[in-house]
């Protein structure tokens, strides 16, 4: 989306995310009590890459033919995945209980993320948020050992090798997680602990992703310990352990430092609304102003603005140089605005007394890097990121 059309200069068109390493995009694949789930392109890869693993774990472990291992190994990896999204399910349930809206869930390369519609409110939802999701990784296990005691008794070898599996990797997932390191779950139990202790939300914050950083940097150290390794001493295999480690721990140092750098502009904009950055003057057309006036008067000299457009004195749509491109210029003088312009999506929209913090999360999850501002559907002017960073900027 394009900046809107400015009386005096050009602005610019360029888009932050706030979180780059959590994936944004995808397509849904399931919707369960309202939270949407979604798989990331890059699920694919590390899917494909598990069922390689799993298969020479099989072929190690077990004496059974590649017809019985190979489906076997398929069936195990899609079993790991479904154990990732009821671990982050878990929490979703138990965020939802306490008023946090999950906007969704996406699975992707490094796991499975589920994305807060607002803050954690207190030190005691967050506590059972986190800790939700190694009960759950727990309570796999059990379930697992139960699979996997049932099929020894029928004895399925390969069945019994792929739930043990199973279970070493859920009690894995569990413990690690709790690893008091942000944003881990365990860092998410220690940054409960410290708010609760110390009744600041970004001085407890700065101490867990601190933590998850130094985490973050030993898993590093290790994949390039563990490769040295591999390089060294042929007869040990620790070449996807060397590439797969560091991957995980720079994901880590990243989620650290955007989560706190998030806390840390909340902190900032507490009490700020958008009524106080609102840029008001923003020039408008209505639905009937013709392509060439839209031009002449706006886009001439600002060709990478974008221009609000009004229907009976409410924002309607907007309209920019590319949406005038797609029509012969010929016919501009003929052509009203609201043939071509495009309806205003509600996520761009926000009124005066929108709190400035929720307003820039919007902007900064979606891409977006300004929002209109209106009252009753009428446009009362603009809200532009950077003013708002800062202002959070200057209020640290």
């Keep these: 989306?394009?900046?809107?059309?400015?009386?005096?200069?050009?602005?610019?068109?360029?888009?932050?995310?706030?979180?780059?390493?959590?994936?944004?995009?995808?397509?849904?694949?399931?919707?369960?009590?309202?939270?949407?789930?979604?798989?990331?392109?890059?699920?694919?890869?590390?899917?494909?890459?598990?069922?390689?693993?799993?298969?020479?774990?099989?072929?190690?472990?077990?004496?059974?033919?590649?017809?019985?291992?190979?489906?076997?190994?398929?069936?195990?990896?899609?079993?790991?995945?479904?154990?990732?999204?009821?671990?982050?399910?878990?929490?979703?349930?138990?965020?939802?209980?306490?008023?946090?809206?999950?906007?969704?869930?996406?699975?992707?390369?490094?796991?499975?993320?589920?994305?807060?519609?607002?803050?954690?409110?207190?030190?005691?939802?967050?506590?059972?948020?986190?800790?939700?999701?190694?009960?759950?990784?727990?309570?796999?296990?059990?379930?697992?050992?139960?699979?996997?005691?049932?099929?020894?008794?029928?004895?399925?070898?390969?069945?019994?090798?792929?739930?043990?599996?199973?279970?070493?990797?859920?009690?894995?997932?569990?413990?690690?997680?709790?690893?008091?390191?942000?944003?881990?779950?365990?860092g998410r139990l220690l940054r409960s602990l410290l708010w609760r202790h110390w009744g600041d939300l970004e001085r407890s914050t700065r101490v867990a992703a601190r933590i998850g950083e130094g985490v973050g940097g030993l898993l590093i150290a290790s994949g390039v310990a563990l490769f040295f390794v591999d390089l060294f001493r042929p007869e040990y295999d620790f070449l996807f352990a060397s590439i797969w480690l560091p991957l995980i721990g720079i994901f880590l140092i990243q989620a650290a430092f955007n989560s706190y750098r998030q806390v840390r502009l909340r902190v900032s904009l507490t009490g700020k609304g958008v009524r106080e950055l609102t840029r008001q003057g923003v020039p408008a057309v209505d639905s009937s102003t013709t392509l060439e006036e839209v031009y002449r008067l706006h886009l001439e000299r600002a060709p990478t603005s974008t221009v609000p457009v009004l229907r009976q004195g409410r924002l309607a749509a907007t309209i920019n140089a590319a949406d005038l491109r797609a029509v012969d210029p010929t016919l501009w003088p003929d052509t009203p605005a609201s043939q071509v312009a495009r309806p205003v999506d509600p996520n761009d929209l926000v009124t005066t007394g929108t709190p400035l913090f929720d307003a820039l999360l919007v902007m900064e999850r979606a891409g977006r890097e300004f929002l209109w501002v209106v009252e009753d559907g009428r446009l009362i002017g603009v809200l532009l990121g950077d003013d708002a960073r800062r202002m959070a900027k200057g209020a640290d």
């Design 1 to 186: 989306m394009r900046r809107p059309s400015a009386p005096s200069r050009s602005w610019s068109t360029s888009r932050t995310e706030s979180n780059p390493v959590i994936p944004s995009k995808g397509f849904r694949i399931a919707r369960f009590r309202g939270i949407p789930i979604y798989l990331h392109w890059s699920w694919f890869i590390v899917f494909f890459i598990i069922v390689w693993v799993v298969i020479q774990y099989f072929q190690l472990t077990t004496d059974s033919s590649p017809w019985a291992y190979i489906p076997m190994a398929v069936v195990t990896t899609f079993l790991f995945f479904v154990s990732v999204l009821l671990h982050e399910l878990s929490h979703s349930m138990v965020a939802n209980r306490n008023g946090i809206p999950i906007n969704r869930i996406t699975l992707f390369v490094f796991g499975g993320v589920a994305q807060m519609g607002s803050d954690v409110p207190s030190p005691k939802a967050e506590f059972k948020m986190a800790v939700a999701g190694p009960l759950c990784s727990y309570a796999l296990c059990l379930v697992f050992g139960g699979a996997l005691y049932l099929s020894h008794t029928l004895e399925a070898s390969t069945a019994v090798n792929g739930f043990a599996l199973l279970i070493l990797v859920n009690l894995g997932l569990g413990t690690f997680n709790l690893i008091p390191g942000f944003p881990l779950d365990g």
